[in-house]
């Protein structure tokens, strides 16, 4: 039997229920019980493909080539239960779903309204693709009182009469704020978030209350007291240092006892033991090295949610800490980048779109190239590591990419048409831009004995995850590969090259998948592990 856990905010947004749920996942995950965690969000748009990284943070990409909200990162991060496009809930897809069986008729001639078709299109949502996980976890994006959440709210609210408390449970999280000016932890907040909640004739069953301090006694019992509930109910959240302590906090805070207790469920304390451990090499590691990212969100770091994550995984494969430089890859166009990247172990350039700020990667991808230093090109990073080869190696002057114009040599241009599992499939140039990437997990062949085919520990095919819309050019190939620039991975039908690496360097890669959205910190992506060990060799030599 399959229980609901779902998670809504209250209060303000962005106070961590994508990480509450992760948390919990994993909690559930360590008394032996199977999960599966989704994330519905609000907003119109079909999904987070179009979305502008500063609007929304990093895109992440499932396995089966879903854009979904960056917290479906976190799911699996904690869990390392694969995501899928099942898991990634949008009111765009809700809708386009309802309007598309009416147009076919499927509604016999009912007027179509938000209640009842469109919650029952939510609900449909929730409980589809399941194979027999003990729990899901269910995040409600926004914060209770957007207009745009009713539909979800209330669709969670007839999903817990229609299945009953033996199998729906409610999370609401709230922030609990410290007013300096008075000394003290107000509640009201909560209470108030609390009550709107009620008034959509939703009962919380445990409050988790974020707060940047040790919540007293006192404050607990009155929450617990205005908001109908037990002591034990209330779960204080407080800050963290790192948030892969998020799991041990909630679990002393007796969060998954909780959720046992309310199913009825009884199952041994999880063993956070190897949580410990991993929280203690982050807090206590051997040594540091820096590492510049060169890129184009960089005032939003959440745009890079991922390559954040992968760098402090690769730093605890290490027992090092990783210190990142996020650098504006715009100032590199107008400063040397010796200024910025001279005391850098090594240097990533991560993916992006558009000519904005990219001859500044160029020139930080030169200034790697030439100076020794480690480099790490991520798709559109790696696209640019070719550009600069181009230009500056193999004597094409002109070598650019037809994402930015046309170019007399056009090194990287439009992919119109691609293989996925012996499916031929074809794109525009002038056609929707939402969804039609070479998107999800694809097979790359590498060459035995190349680094990267080591770095995979001896792998001749690997699978990663794709998320881009222009390649490497393979007219230009065998030009780049007489300059130095080796191409040690291609697509299984040899036509799009997928990885390159300069043998005369000591570390020089580029990938044209994102390795990012596979490491999780008990399992360090191999390429970010070698990059930062490439990146401790660098600093002793300085």
């Known amino acids: 039997m399959t229980r609901f856990i779902f998670i809504t905010g209250g209060v303000v947004s962005s106070l ?42 990093e895109v992440f990409v499932t396995e089966d080539g879903a854009e979904t909200d960056l917290d479906i990162g976190h799911y699996e991060r904690f869990t390392n239960v694969a995501g899928k496009r099942s898991d990634s809930i949008t009111t765009g897809r809700v809708y386009s779903t309802v309007i598309a069986r009416e147009r076919k008729g499927e509604y016999l001639g009912a007027t179509v309204q938000v209640i009842p078709h469109v919650v029952d299109s939510i609900k449909e949502f929730i409980q589809a693709d399941l194979d027999g996980e003990d729990f899901v976890l269910c995040e409600i994006g926004g914060t209770v009182g957007d207009i745009e959440s009713l539909p979800f709210l209330e669709a969670i609210r007839e999903l817990g009469n229609e299945l009953g408390t033996e199998r729906v ?33 939703i009962q919380p069953d445990v409050l988790m209350c974020r707060c940047d301090r040790e919540v007293p006694p006192d404050v607990r019992r009155k929450i617990a007291q205005f908001c109908n509930l037990r002591f034990e109910q209330v779960i204080p959240v407080i800050d963290v240092d790192t948030i892969y302590q998020v799991p041990i906090a909630c679990h002393s805070e007796g969060l998954d006892e909780q959720v046992c207790r309310y199913f009825k469920l009884s199952s041994p304390a999880p063993d956070l033991g190897r949580w ?54 715009e100032l590199l166009e107008h400063a040397a980048p010796e200024e910025h990247l001279r005391d850098q172990h090594g240097i990533l350039v991560p993916g992006g779109f558009g000519e904005r700020g990219s001859e500044g990667m160029i020139h930080a991808t030169r200034f790697a190239r030439e100076r020794k230093i480690p480099f790490f090109g991520i798709c559109f990073g790696m696209q640019l590591a070719v550009v600069e080869a181009a230009r500056n190696l193999a004597d094409l002057p002109g070598a650019s990419s037809t994402e930015f114009r046309p170019c007399q040599d056009p090194v990287v241009g439009l992919m119109t048409e691609w293989m996925r599992d012996s499916v031929r499939e074809k794109r525009k140039a002038n056609g929707d831009l939402g969804g039609t990437m070479r998107l999800g997990a694809y097979t790359a062949v590498l060459e035995p004995e190349s680094q990267i085919s080591k770095i995979y520990g001896g792998a001749t095919t690997i699978k990663e995850r794709h998320r881009h819309r222009y390649e490497v050019n ?69």
Not at 17 to 45: H, M, T
Not at 186 to 197: A, D, F, G, N
Request: charged share 20%; net charge positive; hydrophobic share 40%.
């Open 16 to 57: 961590g229920k994508g990480l509450s749920a992760a948390a919990l996942g994993a909690l559930l995950q360590g008394r032996g019980f199977r999960v599966r965690l989704r994330k519905i969000d609000p907003y119109l748009n079909v999904d987070s493909g179009t979305m502008s990284p500063y609007q929304h943070g």
């Open 169 to 201: 449970m409610y999370v609401h999280l709230t922030l609990v704020p410290w007013i300096s000016a008075a000394g003290e932890l107000k509640t009201k907040p909560t209470q108030h978030s609390v009550k709107q909640l009620l008034s959509i004739g």
């Open 276 to 329: 410990q451990k991993l929280v203690d090499s982050v807090r206590r590691p051997d040594g540091a090295v820096s590492v510049a990212v060169v890129g184009k969100y960089v005032d939003l770091i959440d745009s890079y949610k991922s390559v954040a994550e992968a760098l402090i995984h690769g730093g605890i494969a290490n027992g090092i800490q990783v210190s990142v430089s996020w650098i504006d890859a």
């Open 474 to 542: 393979i007219n230009y190939k065998d030009r780049l590969q007489k300059a130095g620039v080796s191409f040690s991975g291609m697509s299984p039908d040899g036509q799009l090259p997928e990885t390159l690496e300069i043998h005369s360097h000591p570390w020089f890669i580029g990938v044209q998948f994102h390795p990012e959205l596979k490491s999780r910190p008990f399992a360090p992506h191999p390429l970010f592990a070698d990059f930062i060990g490439a990146a401790v060799r660098q600093s002793r030599l300085v």
